[in-house]
């Protein structure tokens, strides 16, 4: 190898670093490549919010009616846990698939937690996107609570047509998700199609998901 060679190599490095380098200065930290889209949405079933709720609701008036005997002061009849609702009804079978349930339907999922700040701060606007009824948004509530879950909703409004508990956060896993709040739209065949990370602003929403709603023809 003659010298000029070994000289240029050490340059063509340098210069090919430096592009990568620039590149990576013109994009993007919020937009994180996904490898679901335009790729099926998972469809793993979860628990419904409200059925979790309904069902610690039950098992914990079982405990108090159980006591209650154990001492002789049983009641002579027991009332019905009142029923909560995440906007879907309590009439739903206990775990879903939103990519089952809106088929055929242009819907969001919106991943986020009560312990999370930035899911704080995109709560507004999810509240005023679904006072729109644009379309569907389903809330996956990544390793939280039932309780906790609640309180918030009940705190800062609930703008989900549906709410899912990822309590082991495996679904969140399937999603690709590398942390809370994040958004995903998923198209009328099912495919997801868009891909937010950290919370939505007037920018994203303006910019982004409006034209993409308007173009996958979101009512």
């Given at each position: 190898m003659?010298r000029?060679?070994?000289?240029?190599?050490?340059l063509?490095?340098?210069?090919?670093?430096?592009?990568?380098?620039?590149?990576?200065?013109?994009?993007?930290?919020?937009?994180?490549?996904?490898?679901?889209?335009?790729?099926?949405?998972?469809?793993?079933?979860?628990?419904r919010?409200?059925?979790?709720?309904?069902?610690?609701?039950?098992?914990?008036?079982?405990?108090?009616?159980a006591?209650?005997?154990?001492?002789?002061?049983?009641?002579?009849?027991?009332?019905?846990?009142?029923?909560v609702?995440?906007?879907?009804?309590?009439?739903?079978?206990?775990?879903?698939s939103p990519?089952?349930?809106?088929?055929?339907?242009?819907?969001?999922?919106?991943?986020?937690?009560s312990?999370?700040?930035g899911?704080q701060?995109?709560h507004p606007?999810l509240?005023?996107?679904?006072?729109?009824?644009?379309?569907?948004?389903?809330?996956?509530?990544?390793?939280?609570?039932p309780?906790?879950?609640?309180?918030?909703?009940?705190?800062?409004?609930?703008?989900y047509?549906?709410?899912?508990?990822?309590?082991?956060?495996?679904?969140a896993?399937?999603?690709?998700?590398?942390?809370a709040?994040e958004?995903?739209?998923?198209?009328?065949?099912?495919m997801?199609?868009?891909?937010?990370?950290?919370?939505?602003?007037?920018?994203?929403?303006?910019?982004q998901?409006?034209?993409?709603?308007?173009?996958?023809?979101?009512?």
């Amino acid at each position: 190898m003659s010298r000029w060679i070994r000289a240029s190599i050490p340059l063509a490095v340098f210069l090919l670093i430096a592009w990568f380098l620039l590149q990576g200065l013109h994009r993007n930290p919020r937009e994180i490549p996904s490898p679901l889209i335009d790729r099926p949405a998972p469809l793993a079933a979860l628990e419904r919010l409200q059925n979790l709720e309904h069902h610690l609701a039950s098992a914990s008036q079982a405990v108090a009616t159980a006591s209650l005997q154990g001492s002789g002061l049983a009641p002579t009849g027991v009332a019905a846990s009142p029923s909560v609702s995440d906007g879907i009804g309590t009439s739903a079978p206990s775990s879903s698939s939103p990519a089952a349930l809106y088929a055929g339907k242009v819907w969001m999922l919106n991943v986020w937690g009560s312990w999370c700040s930035g899911c704080q701060l995109e709560h507004p606007l999810l509240n005023a996107l679904a006072a729109e009824r644009l379309l569907p948004i389903v809330g996956l509530a990544w390793k939280d609570s039932p309780a906790q879950a609640r309180q918030w909703l009940d705190r800062l409004g609930n703008p989900y047509s549906l709410v899912l508990m990822d309590l082991d956060g495996k679904a969140a896993i399937d999603w690709g998700v590398y942390g809370a709040p994040e958004t995903f739209v998923i198209d009328a065949r099912g495919m997801v199609r868009f891909k937010h990370v950290g919370p939505l602003s007037d920018e994203v929403v303006r910019g982004q998901l409006r034209p993409l709603l308007a173009r996958l023809g979101a009512s």
